[in-house]
């Protein structure tokens, strides 16, 4: 069945410094999602990439599609506190799975000021 | 501010009582879901309600009894929990079941 990898698992970040965290889906993807959640909270949206190669920016923060829909990255720039929280990549199969949304195991983030 | 809102925020039972958790939309939404999440682990998928159908049911045991009462309401029946089965479940929707999800608050879980 389809698997989503993420990494890196853990963070540590410098209040100001940049950083990546990768997904990779063992199978094509339809679209990848990604969604924010802060300790104690819940999952929140952040973007949808559909197409191949797709790259969206938010501010501060990068999203990239593979070329093969297979793989996803997030580049925070000049991090913030406010940027604490787990990221979770979120990958969308084909239509006869529409619903399963397949998460990564998520990027706990964690900013030193 | 989230816009599915989910009762109760927190909920301790004995493994022999029956309770029920609620989730409620009103985005017009055509699709909902029941998540489990344990500490320090993605959401795990349970349940999908598509046009309040169930599409999609992870093979999850008999003791978690969804029901889709309407097109805004979400429930999730509880009987006779395992201590294992204490946890985050949260609730979301979204347009179509291909499209983004938005959570609710979650409800937190304990098994006596």
């Known amino acids: 069945g389809q698997q989503v990898m993420q990494i890196p698992q853990y963070q540590h970040v410098q209040e100001g410094e940049d950083f990546t965290t990768y997904c990779n889906s063992s199978t094509t993807l339809s679209n ?12 929140v949206f952040l973007i949808q990439l559909v ?24 580049h925070i720039t000049a991090t913030q506190t406010t940027d604490v929280g787990t ?9 006869d799975s529409w619903g399963k949304l397949q998460f990564g195991a998520g990027t706990q983030v964690v900013v030193t000021p | 501010d989230t816009e599915v809102t989910q009762t109760p925020k927190h909920l301790v039972m004995g493994m022999t009582n029956k309770k029920s958790l609620k989730c409620e939309q009103h985005m017009g939404h055509r699709a909902m879901y029941w998540y489990k999440q344990k500490a320090k682990k993605p959401p ?8 309040e ?22 429930n999730l029946h509880l009987h006779a929990l395992q ?20 959570f609710g608050d979650g409800t937190r879980l304990s098994i006596l």
């Open chain 1, 87 to 95: 990221y979770f990549c979120a990958g969308l199969g084909t239509t």
């Open chain 1, 32 to 43: 990848i999602q990604w969604y924010k959640q802060r300790p104690g909270g819940h999952p």
């Open chain 2, 44 to 51: 795990e998928l349970m349940f999908v309600y598509s046009y």
């Open chain 2, 83 to 102: 201590p294992e089965d204490s946890a985050l479940y949260l609730c979301a929707s979204s347009q179509d079941s291909n499209q983004p999800q938005h």
């Open chain 1, 51 to 74: 197409k191949s190669g797709e790259v969206k920016k938010q501010k501060r923060l990068t999203f990239q599609f593979g070329e093969a829909k297979k793989n996803s990255s997030l």
């Open chain 2, 53 to 74: 159908k169930l599409s999609i049911n992870e093979s999850v045991p008999s003791r978690f009894s969804p029901e889709c009462p309407n097109s805004s309401l979400l």
